[in-house]
């Protein structure tokens, strides 16, 4: 097979909406080919669900816009890597039921009243916003003495 021009493949959100442009260009390739490659993209682009209303809300906005996809600010965060290399990000989390936070999977920091502090990836953080009992989730930062 003689490639003439490659697949240029992009994947983003615009307004709450995925949009997928392929270009295949002349690949000299077979119609189920081009047609698997647009399945897996699809796959792919999809695997990062929507938020509902209600979890956007729930939200700050430099969280927002990192589950969006969208540019932030590394020092918006306060981001560490965990063992197995997934990033992790300190968030502050308003619930007055801990019990189903940790039932969720998600590795509690400390609990006062309806504050909860936690280490959490992406995929954990979208798990936090759809229990019931979450009102708010907010980014931490790291406090030094003056």
């Known amino acids: 097979m003689q490639v003439k021009s490659g697949l240029q493949a992009v994947c983003s959100r ?8 392929a270009r295949f260009g002349d690949l000299g390739v077979r119609p189920w080919t081009i ?3 647009l399945f897996l993209m699809l796959v792919g682009c999809s695997s990062t669900t929507e938020l509902t209303e209600a979890e956007r809300q729930k939200l700050d906005p430099p969280l927002l816009m990192l589950l969006r996809g969208e540019a932030v600010a590394e020092s918006d965060f306060d981001a560490s890597l965990r063992k197995d290399g997934t990033r992790e990000y300190a968030v502050i989390i308003r619930s007055k039921n801990a019990d189903e936070v940790k039932s969720a999977g998600i590795q509690v920091g400390s609990v006062f009243s309806d504050v909860i502090t936690a280490r959490v990836t992406i995929a954990e953080l ?3 916003l759809s ?13 030094y003495p003056h």
Not at 131 to 143: H, M, Y
């Open 126 to 128: 979208r798990r936090i």
């Open 14 to 21: 615009q307004n709450d909406r995925m949009i997928i442009n």
């Open 131 to 143: 229990l019931s009992s979450v009102r708010a989730v907010q980014t931490s930062s790291k406090n």
């Open 35 to 37: 047609i698997a490659t």
